[in-house]
């Protein structure tokens, strides 16, 4: 049994017209119940819910401001998750709707939820069907793209493949609508990806992707250890029974720790806290906490549980973290040890700025 995390963009949902093409989902679902028949468990990052919305709306393209879009994603999702569970029922499974922001998994309580409803969820025989929380999320803690966002729930599923299927059946060496562009079968790492054009938009008008997007998720997945495949939608059952198909990104690094991967890839900062060359040290080689006493100064304006970027004297950020003070309190306490701190203002005071275990170190 192998637990698959699956991403459908948009453009492969819907009609050209931009409403919800039913005959394209079903598809889809009869491919990924085939999997769960096969003993796989699936779960589903799925796109689709602004552009679900467009037709109902009278829109005939993706707005381009937030307010729109949040109200296309509210009528949207429910038709979207509606036709999943109508499809999903007709092969005996049910599904369960997971939208998430940003904000939900990098702190500390809401990410340690996120997994817990999802391990239970998968328990339970359910199909999580996961998207952005568009309707709710602000511009400041948005995934930016379901292609990272399905990277990271990778992770957090502990998945032991990541699927992104496309509307192209893999990358190419060049423009795949170009004579002479070759599928790239393997990735191994970045040397196969160097001279590659991947930054190109995508060609829908009502997805948000491209290869660009794609790359990175991989990048993320295969870095903490989950081999990626891309391919196109229609060969999503080729993809899900282990036939060669698409592009096959090969893991480069190890499994890290759920949280701090969310932190690096899925978190915008408030603010940075400048550092000193010790301090650099500190974390860098000694992997220890940071202290007030290494910090010169504060950029930003944040609180106590707010990811932050942690820049050294260079000006080159080196770490990510989450703070344990507002950014009002530590200029008062730069430079300080934390035994004259809790001497003079209280033991609340000898706490870190930012504690090993809620740091990630690039």
């Known amino acids: 049994m192998s637990r698959i995390v699956v991403k459908v963009g948009s453009s492969s949902l819907t009609s050209a017209g931009g409403g919800l093409d039913g005959e394209r989902v079903d598809a889809l679902v009869d491919a990924l119940a085939a999997a769960r028949g096969r003993g796989d468990e699936i779960v589903l990052v799925s796109s689709g819910a602004i552009a679900a919305g467009l037709a109902p709306l009278g829109l005939g393209r993706r707005p381009r401001d937030l307010a729109t879009q949040q109200a296309a994603a509210s009528v949207g999702q429910g038709a979207l998750i509606g036709r999943y569970a109508e499809r999903f029922a007709g092969h005996g499974l049910v599904v369960g709707q997971v939208l998430l ?13 996120a997994y817990q409803t999802f391990a239970r969820l998968l328990e339970l025989g359910v199909v999580p069907i996961v998207n952005e929380n568009d309707t709710v999320a602000t511009s400041e803690i948005r995934f930016g793209d379901n292609d990272r966002l399905a990277a990271l729930v990778s992770h957090l599923v502990h998945a032991d493949l990541l ?4 509307d192209v059946d893999g990358l190419y060496d060049g423009d ?7 599928i790239v079968s393997d990735v191994h790492g970045e040397d196969d990806l160097a001279g590659l054009d991947i930054v190109r938009p995508s060609a829908s008008a009502i997805g948000t992707g491209g290869m660009v997007t794609k790359v990175e998720a991989a990048r993320i997945a295969t870095g903490a ?5 891309l391919t196109s939608t229609p060969h999503a059952a080729d993809a899900l029974e282990g036939a060669a198909t698409g592009t096959r990104f090969h893991p480069t690094g190890r499994r890290r720790p759920t949280r701090l ?5 899925a978190s ?3 603010g940075a ?3 000193d060359a010790g301090a650099v040290r500190a974390l860098v080689v000694r992997k220890a906490s940071l202290l007030p006493a290494g910090i ?13 970027d942690l820049v050294g004297p260079d000006g080159v950020m080196i770490a990510r973290g989450m703070v344990n003070y507002d950014s009002a309190e530590l200029p008062s306490l730069l430079g300080r040890s934390t035994r004259d701190l809790a001497a003079e203002l209280g033991a609340q005071y000898e706490r870190e700025v930012v504690h090993r275990d809620d740091m990630m170190v690039f």
Do not use: C, E, M, Q
């Not at 699927?163 to 496309?166: N, Y």
């Not at 250890?225 to 495949?229: K, T």
């Open 163 to 166: 699927v992104l299927l496309s």
């Open 261 to 265: 991967l969310w932190l690096a890839h």
């Open 268 to 270: 915008d900062t408030k």
């Open 225 to 229: 250890g989950i081999p990626v495949l």
């Open 273 to 275: 806290v400048h550092l």
């Open 296 to 308: 010169t100064g504060v950029t930003g304006t944040f609180v106590a549980g707010d990811p932050v």
């Open 101 to 113: 922001t940003a904000d939900d998994v990098t702190r500390r309580s809401h990410y340690r939820n």
């Open 176 to 182: 795949p609508h170009s004579d002479g562009a070759r």
